[in-house]
DNA sequence: ACCTGAACACCGTTCAAGT
DNA sequence: ACCTGAACACCGTTCAAGT
């Protein structure tokens, strides 16, 4: 009874993670679909339902597996905090931009996954080098993570626009409305946009171990 | 010939975001169908592509309305630049988290409409209250974007989460691996939300106008 | 326990019409 | 120009089986 199964063991949470890891490298996040996932792993769809209880589930599991990837390795050392925390900046920026929709998703699931305890244990382990402890080391992780994403998840999505359209809607500010805005437009079409997010990153880093 | 079309001129751009803000205070983002917005504004799901090219353009239209709408308001008025900020910060979150769904769109689409161009503006007027001025004002009004954002979508993520999952995985980070992550997870959990939020935006504004 | 085929109730978008 | 019905090519998820 040719492709009749029975228990076969050739699925696991890391092999279904695997293929929507793969599905992402080469379609973007619009090609995560339980259907394509299933296909890659050579699997029926619904045999994905033993293994994670809903299509959340495994975009949870993806996005941990990308951040661990990305972030942890250059936590990782004996270089100064500082320079870990940027090198861990730059790389888990490059690490999402990557993948054509990562951004967005790691803003839309929790990030409670085992990679992203280990990258907030790796992040406290930096924040007490230089100097924050106790209550306040808590919430300078979080506001570090927090200004990291969602720096990376805005310029995912600007990115993502038909550049025309954002040329166009540069130009466009009349400058009467919102004289401000016009003259930012201006500069910071002149910075690139590691720089900028650096930028951000110190003054946040800064306030908190000021 | 009953029911037969015809220039009607009953849609419009307007319309359109009116009945998908209808549906995503009711049902949430995962109610924001085409299907579902064409039928709450009486029409066919096809009509909708008059007005806007894909659905895409409709969330963006949703996302630049709800940020105006909650965050300019507590922008506008005399008070000193800080209370300002922070009376937007909180305005815009409780706006936010108020529809479930609302912090990720926002995230996954770029802020270019008019309300968000509006509420830049009114960003660097209280910046250049507090004296960043000149290419500064441009990177600092990002950053702080960039916070408010990602803390309101990450918490929106946390928050669509299971709530026993989410006990359950906090009681159960090993310390003997994660010591500092373990630690402050009890300390976060004696704080309330908007107080963290806040702690975040103070000292990122203490690093940019230091 | 693990996987299957088949089905249910949906999607976004396009196309060729009608007025 | 503005709207329609009908269709295309998909979705996530469930259910009743098979081994």
Redesign the pocket.
Known sequence: ?P??????????AEVITDAALGLLDDGGAE????????AAA???????????????A?LRAVVDRLVGRHANPALTGDAPWRDRVRAMAVAVRAGLLAHPGAAAMIMSAPLDGPEALRFGELLLDALAEAGVTGPDAARASYAVMVYLLGAIALEAADQGADPGARRAAAAAIPAEHFPRTAASAAVIATYNTVEQYLWGLDRLVDGLVR
Chains 1, 2 share one sequence.
Request: charged share 20%; net charge positive; proline share 11%.
């Open positions: 009874m492709g009749r199964p029975g228990p076969r063991r050739t699925l696991s090609a995560l679909s339980m259907r394509r996932i299933a050579g699997v029926a769809p619904n045999a994905l339902y033993t293994y994670f209880p809903d299509k959340a495994v």
